[in-house]
């Protein structure tokens, strides 16, 4: 039974039906007969048929079937042998059988029909022509996709030969295809042209295999692709790349072209006579064979990375890249094998078709050896000059006729505490008061008018809104172009001008401290021979004798004192002020001084204040206080800072007794307190020389609080100085 048969059958299930009940009726009644006769062993095995057949085509309901059929099976043989058991378990048997056998087939022709419903939605859906041959090559299937890439039905070919569609010149090869697959080849690719029912030609690209049945071919599967636009985009393709070569011939720069695989297209006379290959040895090769000139090259190139988009390859290869739309430029320095370096800018950028897809690659690049050297020699020069002006202490500088910075030294961006970047081409409005920079301005053009050298003092403040006092020689440079630029040297004399003005107060302070001790001794010394003229009057009144010499005696005490007091402060202003930290200072005083192990939190190890050298003195006298009066209970002194407006506030504060408010509105007056009364008054003296001030602002009963007030410009931090 072929399989032809079989198909027509299932394409009329009425007659299906109708022969099968026709066998199945004829099997039952050999079988009634058989039963009637003692035949119980052979004719049982007919009901395989229809069981078998109705299964088969009727897969669904062949248990069913198988059921029933055994129903009427079993019923026969209990009417004939009612009361013979052997006969009723046989029976029972061959059932289980039958209905086995149903279920088996039913499920296997389930399972064939998916496969074959599977199979046929799939050639149903592809986009590609599937047909299906006998082992002649005439058509016994043919999938729907065939009118839409040729016109034709599928019953249109169904049942023809492949001469029917396909040119004479080409029958040949299809053949010898046909013979090839017959005879036990895999599979086989040819390409020909197709007729479509229009009369036009199509190219399809067949693949062909075999199909076995019983271990034989019988038939062939055929899987057609309509390549007719790809070989027309190829032939494009040639024709474009062979104009492509011809327009690379004519660039000046080294250039070369490369399609999908890596293949040279192109290789022009420029780079013939760099690479030292000629072109008809290199175009047609690929697998990197045109690096083959450059020295220890032996893998990807530029070229190669962009053909692929790799933009990570190109980071990773090429450090200095820079990328312009889909333009990859970079440079690069090679040796070709034969010794020779070249330095080399390189461009490349891939080919794009008509659709978007990639269709090549081309590098051009360029010799600027030459150019490297000058470049060289000049980067060399102006390290040289780099290294000589920033080793310079002084800040320096170069604007151009526009003011803007063109040069910078790092005494210059440390200074003013911007970086060069930022400083740049920009002017000193961008970083600098307008006050300031009016000035600036004023004094660089008057150099650029006057074409003379100008110096001037002038206040500058930095990014930390610190105000520096500067000198500024300022003078003209004109280079061979005729371009004008300021060439500018800083000289911070801050430091210079605030010493000058302590110097000048302190001398003030110094003479009014001279003039009032001169003053106070003078008064001492006139109340001293007062009472030395009537200790002669009471020479014959013991009592009022001894009252006179006990009041001379405190007097020469107050007068030892005020000689103590100029002993103090004699230093005082003598030499500049400088910049101490304040924690390094404590720490010394409360080494001097007897703590009785009250600690000391000496505050901020990285402060510094600018302040006379006696600056000592004042904490030495705040915390000698603190230990005098603090009371017992005093538990701890600390010194903590803040800022306030610009203004840092040093607190030396403690938990003792504190200070009454009385005696606060007397704190820093001259001779106040219960020993010489100048502790205080002379740390305000000292304090005073670089304008800062002092207040006490605790609370009685809490604690006394001395708020050191340091002006802004006055402080910094400084880490690591202690």
Known sequence: MNSSFLSDLQKRPRILAILIAFISITVLILNGYGLMMGITNVLPHLFYIPIILTAYFFPRRGILFSAVISAIYCGMTFFVHPIIPVEILSTAG?????????????????????????????????????????????????STSVKKILGWEP????????????????LGLLQASVSDITGGRSSVEITVPFRKKSGEYAIIEFFGAPVIKGGAVAGIQVIGRDVTERKRME???????????????????????????????????????????????????????????IAGQTGPILIDYVLRRDIEGIKTAYPHVHFEGNTIKTEKDITRVDGTRFSLWISATPLIGRRGEITGAIESVRDVTDQKKIQRALQESNAYLDT????????????????????????????????????????????????????????????????????NEERITDSSGNTHTISTKKTLYTNTAGEEFIVGIIRDITERKRAEAALQITNKKLNLLSSITRHDIKNQLMALNSYIYLSGEAVDNPAELKQFFAKEERIAGAIAHQISFTKDYEDLGVKAPVWQNVNTIIRRVIARLPMRNIPVDAGDPDLEIFADPLLEKVFYNLIDNALIYGGEQMTSIRVKNRKDNGVL????????????????????????????GLGLYLSREILAITDITIAENGMPGKGARFEIAVPNGGYRFIPGTT
């Not at 408010?661 to 010489?676: M, N, S, V």
């Open 155 to 170: 019953a249109e070919i169904v049942g023809k030969q492949p001469m029917d569609f396909i040119s004479p010149d080409n």
């Open 388 to 455: 000589v002006i920033n080793t310079l202490a002084d800040p320096l500088f170069i604007k151009d006729r526009k003011h803007c910075f063109v040069t910078l030294n790092n005494s210059f961006c440390q200074f003013s505490g911007h970086t060069r970047e930022e400083l740049l081409g920009r002017t000193d409005y961008d970083f600098f008061k307008k006050e300031e920079a009016d000035i600036f301005w004023e004094k660089d053009e008057e150099v650029f008018l006057t074409r003379r050298e100008n110096e």
């Open 235 to 293: 032939e494009v393709h040639r024709e474009t790349s062979q104009r492509l070569a011809e327009i690379v011939d004519f660039l000046p720069d080294p250039t070369m072209v490369i399609d999908t695989q890596g293949i040279v297209v192109a290789w022009n006379h420029a780079m013939e006579l760099m690479s030292g290959i000629p072109a008809s040895d290199i175009i047609g090769k690929g697998e990197y064979s045109y690096t083959a000139w």
């Open 649 to 676: 506030i040093i607190a030396v504060e403690d938990d003792g007794t504190g200070i009454s408010a009385e005696d606060k509105t007397q704190l820093f007056t001259r001779g106040f307190g219960r020993h010489t």
């Open 94 to 142: 061959r059932v289980m059988v039958f209905v086995t056998i149903a279920a088996v087939v039913s499920f296997l022709t389930i399972r064939l029909q998916e496969s074959a419903m599977q199979f046929q939605g799939v050639a149903e859906r592809s986009s590609d022509i599937i047909i299906v041959t006998d082992i002649t090559g005439r058509a016994t299937y043919v």
